[in-house]
T-cell receptor, first 110, second 113 residues
Framework: EDKVVQSPLSLVVHEGDTVTLNCSYE??????LLWYKQEKKAPTFLFML????IEKKSGRLSSILDKKELFSILNITATQTGDSAVYLC??????????FGTGTRLKVLA | GAGVSQSPRYKVAKRGQDVALRCDPI?????LFWYQQALGQGPEFLTY????????KSGLPSDRFFAERPEGSVSTLKIQRTQQEDSAVYLC???????????FGAGTRLSVL
């Protein structure tokens, strides 16, 4: 059965800290891996990763995929209170289906 | 439209009542997805449309759940005879096709009393 596992489930840090969120997967017919940020509204797209070892970067956020070891990490440097959210990892399998992890709940304290 | 729009944002139903949840995808997006998200969990796939065709409904939890997209644009998820276990956030997402990036609506939070 396809599965996506995220860790940790929750995390509390102070402003300015760096955090690393993990996503491991066991999926048949892997196509891509996506990260989303979910606050009390629509999940917003962060990154799509398809190739191993190529870092995607957007401001203080970055992500990388390891297709050999079947995992991805999302890094956030110099965290701010506005980074507090649930971060979702989703893996695309086959031609259209995405399998989501349970998410990592990040809380950044001022 | 500019984004995926869902209505209502909140719905309280008495057990046994029928509900209808609406999703208006991004204009021109051929693919539309419905997900169910329970508290503290990730979104779980319910069903997938390509234009007006429902290509996969394997995630619908029971025959009380029904989805349609008759003109290939707006979609409605209907739940008949709601039960307490149906309480969840129902998310709609659309994409330009296949495994392209999915853009989500804000969801409908359904509470069944």
């Amino acid at each position: 059965e396809d599965k996506v596992v995220q860790s940790p489930l929750s995390l509390v840090v102070h402003e300015g800290d760096t955090v690393t969120l993990n996503c491991s997967y066991e999926v048949t017919n892997f196509r891509s891996l996506l990260w989303y940020k979910q606050e009390k509204k629509a999940p917003t797209f962060l990154f799509m990763l398809t190739s191993s070892g190529i870092e995607k970067k957007s401001g203080r956020l970055s992500s990388i995929l390891d297709k050999k070891e079947l995992f991805s990490i999302l890094n956030i440097t110099a965290t701010q209170t506005g980074d507090s959210a649930v971060y979702l990892c989703a893996v695309a399998s086959g031609t259209y289906k995405y399998i989501f992890g349970t998410g990592t709940r990040l809380k950044v304290l001022a | 439209g500019a984004g995926v729009s869902q209505s209502p944002r909140y719905k309280v139903a008495k057990r046994g009542q029928d509900v209808a949840l609406r999703c208006d995808p991004i204009s021109g997006h051929v693919s539309l997805f419905w997900y169910q998200q329970a508290l503290g969990q990730g979104p779980e796939f319910l069903t997938y449309f390509q234009n007006e065709a429902q290509l996969d409904k394997s995630g619908l939890p029971s025959d009380r759940f029904f989805a349609e997209r008759p003109e290939g644009s707006v979609s409605t998820l209907k739940i008949q005879r709601t039960q307490q276990e149906d309480s969840a956030v129902y998310l709609c997402a659309s994409s330009s096709g296949g495994l392209n990036i999915q853009y989500f609506g804000a969801g409908t939070r359904l509470s069944v009393l």
